[in-house]
């Protein structure tokens, strides 16, 4: 929440309305200054604004742990909506293919979304498996970055900033691995949706939002640290039903984050608090 709609739909709220905050990210993401670069004073306000707030909306239901003591009204889980991919259409992973794709999508952001992570893991395991390459889809600040990484590495012909798109899911159906090295999220996207088409999928398990859409060992791989992102990468690398088992795991995962059922969610949310308003507003 930013300092600017704080003050237009809490304090300067003057139309007698419920307000319900969508959080879409994990909360004390919102209020303190968890990620740096929020003052004392914003704090404050950010804080005392869920005094005014009749309800919230968070992604994952441990997402509760991080609101503020002072906030009571009506909290309810409701996750991003994701696209239903039917098991006969997942990613194949038993096909013999002259090139394998390890593929990210997202912001090229190192600073949350780390992709000189992954560049420099891949770039360990470049030459033992020469038939495997390295492709990113999407813009950001840090493109420079990146691509002088890749350059210096001496990787131009392995590893790809491929830019924007507008079909992701249809760039992640050719890749066959899916690396999502974050440092934070809210809810994971890009992940759920590769998840959905049945690619397997690693992250780190102090990543918010993809230790809850990753379960390590079931659907994907939840790294410590750099070192064990490196070693089951390789696992996957290695082993093609790994890739498949996993695959088929993450697209029922993601069957529960259907449109129907985050709608549901959403009206659910705003029938309660506005009874609950309604009811205050009697008394």
Request: proline share 3%.
């Amino acid at each position: 929440m930013s300092i600017g709609s704080l003050l237009e739909i809490t304090y300067g709220n003057t139309l007698s309305i419920p307000i319900i905050d969508s959080v879409n990210g994990r909360p004390d993401y919102d209020y303190t200054n968890v990620l740096g670069g929020r003052k004392a004073y914003m704090v404050d306000l950010l804080t005392a604004s869920f005094d005014h707030l009749n309800g919230v909306q968070i992604l994952f239901d441990s997402y509760r742990d991080f609101l503020p003591s002072n906030f009571s009204g009506q909290c309810d889980v409701i996750a991003n909506p994701i696209q239903q991919v039917d098991s006969r259409d997942l990613v194949r992973h038993d096909r013999i293919k002259e090139r394998y794709k390890i593929i990210h999508v997202g912001r090229l952001d190192t600073e949350c979304k780390q992709q000189h992570v992954a560049i420099a893991i891949f770039a360990g395991l470049a030459n033992k498996y020469p038939n495997w390459d390295l492709e990113f889809w999407g813009t950001g600040p840090d493109f420079d970055r990146l691509n002088t990484q890749i350059c210096d590495l001496g990787l131009a012909e392995r590893v790809f900033l491929r830019g924007f798109t507008e079909d992701p899911l249809i760039k992640m159906r050719d890749a066959d691995i899916f690396i999502f090295p974050s440092k934070y999220e809210g809810f994971g996207l890009a992940l759920a949706e590769a998840m959905s088409i049945g690619l397997p999928s690693i992250g780190f398990s102090t990543c918010s939002g993809v230790n809850e859409l990753i379960k390590h060992n079931q659907n994907g791989f939840l790294a410590l640290d750099d070192r064990e992102m490196a070693l089951y990468l390789e696992q996957l690398i290695m082993d093609s039903s790994l890739r498949s088992r996993f695959g088929v795991q993450g697209n029922l995962a993601m069957e529960v984050y259907s449109f129907e059922n985050m709608a549901k969610g959403w009206l659910n949310l705003v029938e309660t608090v506005t009874k609950r308003f309604r009811g205050e507003g009697e008394i």
